[in-house]
């Protein structure tokens, strides 16, 4: 059994900050690569944020620069620190991890945490 538990979301003014975690737990191992999405109502799931096993990070356009990924490989966590924030910046941030566990390679999703971000 493997579980992504998020936390960290909530409600901020416009230009605040919030840092979201996720942790994974269970028989999952050598972990590739984590990633934060988020999806607006009525809107597509989108790619926050990725990082790789080896550190290369990469974000969509529009939280270049105001948002930074990180992992904690002990902790099996990511983190994402989202500054400047925006209203378009609301949506339910998921988690995602890529990971072995012994049934082989599997793709994890946490439970959602809500940002909203208002003025």
């Known amino acids: 059994q493997v579980q992504l538990v998020e936390s960290g979301g909530g409600l901020v003014q416009v230009g605040g900050s919030l840092r979201l975690s996720c942790a994974a737990s269970g028989s999952i191992f050598s972990i590739r690569t984590m990633g934060w999405y988020r999806q607006a109502p009525g809107k597509q799931r989108e790619l926050v944020a990725v990082i790789t096993s080896g550190g290369i990070t990469n974000y969509v356009d529009s939280v270049k620069g105001r948002f930074t990924i990180s992992r904690d490989n002990a902790k099996k966590s990511v983190y994402l620190q989202m500054n400047s924030l925006k209203p378009e910046d609301t949506a339910v941030y998921y988690c995602?991890?890529?990971?072995?566990?012994?049934?082989?390679?599997?793709?994890?999703w946490g439970q959602g945490t809500q940002v909203t971000v208002s003025s």
């Open positions: 995602n991890v890529e990971g072995f566990t012994v049934a082989g390679l599997n793709e994890y």
